[in-house]
């Protein structure tokens, strides 16, 4: 009946033998540039006519009286599995049967007195199409399995390039810092500042925030990298010349699950205090309330200056160390792979880059997946326009996440489709 080990159904998770990572160099890209595309591949309607069907066997086995308590257990899981893959390829292939029948119907319509309903069943065929491409993405999300850490926290660093572009770089990088604390808001999520390093002609250096709230992950984890920008100087010959500078600064997102369970050794700490240099109100630079913590076996070293309280931000410091540690632990566990932190940090060369913000042709491009927006300003802004540009990486990954397991399937089959 097509289930899986004796019984179970385990799908191979598209993304459980290593974080998935947007490949730079996927012949695919061009082909399956989107989820209506990669549902008209043969690969995908051959692998999802078998889900069908081995749904239907299912149901069918369900309602056999043969059937014993255990097995009843498993089918019902793979049942549940099943249901809405199942439910959504009908509803697609329904759609687009009617699509046809629209078609079919438009070529007849040719006379005067029949424009009007020719008018009608062209408006109903765009409904459709738009309903198709719906339900393609719902589809494709329901195929690829969420990551394990899609649903946690995240400690976010924006760092200024220290090779490039001066001062365009500190300002650009405090530009992104508060695109991403807008952002927060915009999703409705918890953004609370941990380090802030400003930089003495208005920019930031580095800066790290705590985001907390649903899918925090998911939605930021195509952020991290090397970010470029080209402009014009506000101030000084450059702008006064036109001259186009270009600098980088680099965002690091890692995962922090709800449950951290990192013990970590009070004699493996050196603790330091210091006034806190950014800005924070009356206390900033009068008490010695900001933390700096070393962790002395792997030189890992965070800072807290949030709070006004010295045991507050101790202690704020000590979770964004554990959480640091336990990130190792994660990048071990994926070893095959380059860690999470080396990809998305990587040299800060301008070559490594996944995005670039040109203000002088006021266009944002990122280039993992060649597309285009309008409007820095929008983008910045933090609100729809990011929204927009970040799900359009989503939908990318998850295509490419079907694309190599299609793959992967057919390697299975000695090269069978």
Known sequence: VGLHNGGFWKPKSLLDTARFTLSFNSRHRKNHQDSRALWKHEAVQKYLETLSKEYQQVSHLLN??????????????????????????????????????????????DSRDEKQLLELALEEKETLDKKINVLCRKLFQLLVPKEKYDKSHVILEVTAGR??????????????????????????????????????????????????????????????????????????????????????????????????????????????????????????????????????????????QQERSQLLNKDIALRTLRAKLYQQIIEKQLSQEQSA????????????????????????????????????KEILNGKEALDKLINRLLEFAEMEAVTEYLESLQAMEGGGC
């Open 64 to 109: 056999a009286d043969s059937v014993n308590d255990f097995e009843q257990r498993t089918l019902k899981r793979r049942c549940a599995d099943l249901s809405p893959i199942a439910a959504a390829f009908q509803e697609i292939r329904e759609a687009e049967k009617e699509v046809q029948e629209l078609e079919a119907m438009c070529k007849e319509l």
């Open 163 to 304: 090779t490039t572009g001066g001062d365009i770089c500190q300002q650009f990088t405090k530009e992104m810092f508060e695109m991403y604390q807008n952002y927060a808001d915009y999703k409705c999520w918890t953004f609370d500042i941990v380090n802030y390093m400003p930089a003495e002609i208005g920019g930031l250096h580095h800066a790290a925030a705590h985001i907390s709230g649903d899918d925090v992950y998911r939605h930021l984890k195509y952020e991290g990298g090397t970010h470029r920008v080209q402009r014009i100087p506000e101030t000084g010959l450059s702008s006064r010349m036109q001259r186009i500078h270009t600098g980088t600064m680099s965002v690091i997102v890692l995962p922090q699950p709800e449950e951290v369970d990192v013990k970590v050794d009070p004699k493996d700490l050196r603790i330091d205090t210091f006034r806190a240099k950014g800005a924070g109100g009356q206390h900033v630079n009068k008490t010695d309330s900001a933390v700096r913590i070393v962790h002395l076996p792997t030189g890992l070293a965070v800072e807290c």
């Open 341 to 376: 932190r080396k990809l998305q940090l990587g040299t800060r060369a301008q070559s490594e880059r996944i995005r670039t913000y040109n203000f002088t042709q006021d266009r944002v491009t990122d280039h993992r997946i060649s597309y285009d927006a309008r409007n820095i």
